[in-house]
DNA sequence: GTCTATATGTAGATAGAC
DNA sequence: GTCTATCTACATATAGAC
């Protein structure tokens, strides 16, 4: 049997534009369903069935749930990451950086990338499954990490009173809370009650990611503030 | 064959003593084990282990796995809802209301009460499930809106200009940000780094609270100071 | 690479003796 | 109320023809 699985060591030959075509479409479909039901309450069948393909090509292409969900996280987190690189690049060049702006460059890209681009809606959700299960800290150490520590890095700079403990907790409540803002809009509008639900169900304005920047920004000032 | 199951209509008959504690000792298994793995990564099975019951005891007492986690969440609600109306009434007999003595009520009793008992700790995971899931919207309506809303509306008081969306955005952005340090010590210890774990692996410390707090309330007014 | 068929385990739920 | 045994369904994974 030919036991070549994704994420194995090089293949000897490329694979055919058809068989890549597939690979796409499983994880596509491996991508929205892990990111409705979560890694245990989706199955393979599940996926499967969305992708239009048989349950023995998910296990080929996947290499096994864990896997599947392995690649599908990692998938997108390369150009995320370098639309937030590239984002901190923008707002150095065209100004001093301030805990707004670099908390900008972190967080705009991912709701821009959404806005166009409803896949990315469900990749927020599965970056929120990972954040949110330690049972996946490898995953996140190796796809979100590197460059939280660069952004933290940077904030550091920017609020040196902070203890480096306090800055890492203020990090993981900006995170939690844009994580809320790309994945929670039912609760935001649970809580906000009548009429007025914002129209592109899921979808952030630009108003609210302006806030989000706000509200996190005001947060690290007074954590640097003396205060504690 | 008597079907009679938890939050069906009132019993005939009280519950022996036995019985209860047989129930209790469910539940606390099933929010430990739930805690633990999410509701579809959890098994009937792991939670009648942990009780040191026999599978069928946990489906005659739970009434089905979805019922059982519904439990699970509701039990200590009704405690945890009043131990934060208690704590805002003292602040508001203390002085002056503000935001920051607001947030305080809201959300430093939860700390409070899982510093105490480690069971608490595992509550806070089951609530951080059941906050981000929206399959359970109806037991989060059930068992947290209604005193969420009446937080709400005190933050409404003291900061008057904001909309209600605004609000309720700013407010879901602090709820998060109280999961993630109920429940994600092991992300603040990753990216703070370096040796200084904090002694009681998962319990936040006082000044933890106090920062995080800080944080919200900053976030707070800073949406209301015109900046949208 | 693709697809059908199947192996093997384990899930939630229930029946019925005690 | 408690406990054992069992029903039925469906999970992941693999084998092997094409």
Request: charged share 25%; with cysteine; net charge neutral.
């Amino acid at each position: 049997m030919q036991t070549e699985h994704p994420f194995d060591r090089k293949r000897q030959r490329a694979p055919s534009k058809r068989a890549l075509a597939t690979r796409e479409r499983v994880l596509d479909a491996a991508e929205r369903i892990f990111a409705a039901r979560g890694f245990d309450g989706a199955t393979i069948r599940d996926i499967a069935a969305e992708a239009g393909e048989p349950v023995g090509s998910v296990h080929h292409h996947g290499g096994g749930k864990e896997l599947l969900f392995h690649q599908a996280v990692a998938r997108r987190s390369v150009e995320l990451s370098q639309a937030r690189r590239d984002a901190l690049e923008a707002a150095r060049a065209s100004g001093p950086l301030t805990l707004e702006r670099v908390l900008d460059a972190f967080m705009r890209p991912f709701f821009a990338l959404a806005e166009d681009e409803p896949r990315w809606s469900d990749y927020a959700r599965l970056v929120a499954l990972v954040s949110a299960d330690d049972r996946w800290r490898g995953i996140a150490a190796e796809c979100f990490d590197p460059t939280a520590a660069l952004f933290l890095s940077e904030l550091a700079e920017l609020a040196p009173d902070l203890t480096r403990r306090t800055r890492a907790q203020a990090f993981v409540f900006s995170v939690s809370a844009m994580l809320s803002l790309l994945t929670s809009q039912g609760r935001i509008g649970a809580l906000g009650a009548e009429g007025t639900e914002n129209p592109g169900a899921g979808r952030a304005t630009p108003g609210q990611v302006d806030h989000l920047v706000a509200f996190c920004a005001a947060g690290f000032a007074v954590s640097a503030d003396g205060r504690r």
